[in-house]
């Protein structure tokens, strides 16, 4: 029987962590993998930090029209499909996400609290005025407010920034209410999010690591699989069979 399914039959409150790898099934890059990291041959100051709008513009903006072309161009995966399926079954309580795109949230996923924010939608620097993220794709010429003029961002949190507190808020209720943390597919090496997993056990919480590579949080985990998030959860869900909490 699955280690995990186990795990999540016993508990009350499961939340889940993911990161890029969550994604990387349904065809878009991560960052860090050793064979294929987004930063492997991109230099993430240059392109993801608040400076870069102001030092790099047209380089901030390609990368991002690129971005979001990937997000459109594929879509949630099979593991994003079965964690929507566990939370309106009662198995997961919610999903701490540090992905932008918005993958769980088109496969029926709730409770997300998004702590690197949103690349669906834009705001206008200068009025706030938001906008959705089809102004960052090729047909669209122009990246200039139509209110003010000024220039539209993407609604992520940029290297140098801080996060949105409602997220962090968010996030540190559905940390504080696990007893069981499952990460799936983070290197673990961005903070405040890498802080996470580790306050979980903290509080108590088993502590499982779904990643293909190893991570520093690995020894602190409970169950650590190096293995595939999608044949890892298919396990599970098979495992589970049809295991609800709903009345
Ligand atoms: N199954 C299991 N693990 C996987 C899979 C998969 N299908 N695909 C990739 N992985 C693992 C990789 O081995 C890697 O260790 O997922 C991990 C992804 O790590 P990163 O690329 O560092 O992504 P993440 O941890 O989400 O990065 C955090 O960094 O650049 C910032 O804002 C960005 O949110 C991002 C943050």
């Given at each position: 029987?699955?280690?995990?399914?186990?795990?999540?039959?016993?508990?009350?409150?499961?939340v889940?962590?993911?990161g890029?790898?969550?994604?990387?099934?349904?065809?878009?890059?991560?960052?860090?993998?050793?064979?294929?990291?987004?930063?492997?041959?991109?230099?993430?100051?240059?392109?993801?930090?608040?400076?870069?709008?102001?030092?790099?513009?047209?380089?901030?903006?390609?990368?991002?029209?690129?971005?979001?072309?990937?997000?459109?161009?594929?879509?949630?995966?099979?593991?994003?499909?079965?964690?929507a399926?566990?939370?309106?079954?009662g198995?997961?309580?919610?999903?701490?996400?540090?992905?932008?795109?918005?993958?769980?949230?088109?496969?029926?996923?709730?409770?997300?609290?998004?702590?690197?924010?949103?690349?669906?939608?834009?705001?206008?620097?200068?009025?706030?005025?938001?906008?959705?993220?089809?102004?960052?794709?090729?047909s669209?010429?122009?990246?200039?407010?139509?209110?003010?003029?000024?220039?539209?961002?993407?609604?992520?949190?940029?290297?140098?920034?801080?996060?949105?507190?409602?997220?962090?808020?968010?996030?540190?209720?559905?940390?504080?209410?696990?007893?069981l943390?499952?990460?799936?597919?983070?290197?673990?090496?961005?903070?405040?999010?890498?802080?996470?997993?580790?306050?979980?056990k903290?509080?108590g919480?088993?502590?499982?690591?779904?990643n293909?590579?190893?991570?520093a949080?690995?020894?602190?985990?409970?169950?650590?699989?190096?293995?595939?998030?999608?044949?890892?959860?298919?396990?599970?869900?098979?495992?589970?069979?049809?295991?609800?909490?709903?009345?």
């Open positions: 029987m699955s280690e995990l399914a186990k795990l999540i039959e016993v508990s009350q409150s499961t889940i962590f993911s890029a790898g969550m994604s990387t099934e349904s065809g878009l890059m991560d960052f860090r993998s050793a064979d294929r990291g987004m930063w492997n041959n991109r230099n993430p100051i240059e392109l993801a930090d608040i400076e870069a709008i102001g030092t790099n513009r047209d380089e901030f903006i390609r990368f991002y029209k690129w971005r979001v072309q990937e997000m459109n161009n594929h879509q949630p995966n099979e593991g994003h499909h079965m964690l399926d566990w939370e309106r079954r198995l997961i309580n919610g999903i701490i996400t540090q992905n932008v795109e918005n993958y769980h949230d088109l496969a029926g996923t709730r409770r997300i609290a998004k702590l690197h924010g949103d690349l669906g939608t834009m705001r206008c620097m200068n009025c706030n005025e938001q906008y959705s993220s089809q102004i960052y794709l090729p669209h010429e122009t990246t200039s407010c139509s209110s003010c003029g000024g220039f539209i961002r993407p609604n992520v949190v940029l290297f140098g920034e801080m996060l949105s507190q409602t997220s962090l808020q968010f996030a540190a209720q559905l940390m504080r209410e696990a007893d943390f499952i990460v799936l597919g983070s290197s673990l090496s961005v903070s405040p999010a890498n802080q996470f997993p580790m306050q979980a903290a509080n919480a088993k502590l499982v690591i779904v293909y590579e190893p991570t949080t690995d020894r602190y985990a409970d169950l650590v699989i190096h293995e595939s998030i999608g044949a890892t959860l298919r396990e599970a869900d098979a495992a589970l069979g049809g295991l609800s909490r709903l009345g």
